[in-house]
């Protein structure tokens, strides 16, 4: 029995890649962000893509994951990593050609020990307070700062998917004053959001991620995925008759229900519940009853013919509107989707 076939649109990965770039000037260069498995969409297909594209910068969260991109992507173009010199990786970062973002005062040190006159990067922290060096920090540690080759100093917005938050200012001006410490270095701030914002969080390199992948807060961007999921069974359903786990869902009038492939194991998560449906073309097909495992009903009383599958991630129902459904964002729905789809990539 087939599982569900995820589509997924290189092309349209690349037009977003262009899209984001084309908002920055010239001389503002557009790097790629492809963490989790390109937010779940292959490292491999869609590194490459992106290469070819004219990526040069790349950033991954892990340095695993760097190994996986370099493997696909071969040696010089840059890799740099969000975690920084963690304990267990350094081979990793020699042999793969990997350039740490470091984070703290324990990495710089160990790097500095391990790895003088190696490239590296450094992460602030501006106001998010999750990773990064702190004003008091790297004041502390600025005596090491002429034995590091530092090429890239960087930090993330923690609101800039609201455009208005006073925090995005506030975190450009306290980036830009601990930044002006390390003249020598490219500076970066913006991910998706951040390019959204404006010239002032643009700088050197911007980080988008989830725009390339479809997602908002890039509102332009064109769909990435496409997720359909075979039926394997309709069969009527009377007045009063339930259908699922917990007999959920109670029939109201004479309904025909379809069983399709898919379920939480896929990421399609139990959250969503009724509120989300699938699709037959453009007719909107509610879901009943409770998400399981591997199975989904839908009620397909309205359609004229029986489709062999359902799409529940469509232009209509993309990522954000499924995740609005289940309470969450289209991040979590993208990295969630799990591994027993047939994936079928197109240029
Ligand atoms: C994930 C991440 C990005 C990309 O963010 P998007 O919102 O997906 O564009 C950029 N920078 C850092 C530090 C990140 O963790």
Known sequence: ????????????????????????????????????????????????????????????????????????????????????????????????????????????????????GATCGLQLDSGMNRLGLEREELNSIMDKMPALDQVLVMSHLACADEFEHPQNAAQLVAFNEMAARLPACQRSLAATGGILLGADYHMNLTRPGIGLYGGDPFMDARPVVKLSLPIIQTRPVAVGESVGYGAAWIATCPSIIATVAGGYADGLIRAMGQDASLYAGDIRCPIVGRVSMDLITVDITDLAEIPTSLDILNTTQTVDVLAKTAGTIGYEILTSLGNRYKRVYKD
């Open 1 to 116: 029995m087939p599982g569900g076939l995820l589509t997924i649109d290189l092309g349209a990965i690349v037009a977003n890649w262009r899209a984001l770039d084309a908002k920055t000037a010239d001389t503002v260069e557009t790097g790629a962000v492809i963490k989790a498995d390109a937010y779940g969409l292959g490292v491999r297909p869609v590194g490459r893509s992106l290469q070819k594209a004219g990526v040069t910068t790349f950033f991954v969260a892990l340095a695993d994951e760097g190994v996986a991109l370099r493997q696909a992507i071969g040696p010089a173009t840059r890799i740099f990593v969000f975690s920084g010199y963690m304990r267990g990786d350094e081979n990793a970062f020699v042999e793969f050609d990997l350039t740490p973002l470091l984070n703290n005062a324990d990495q710089i040190t160990r790097f500095l020990i391990d790895r003088q």
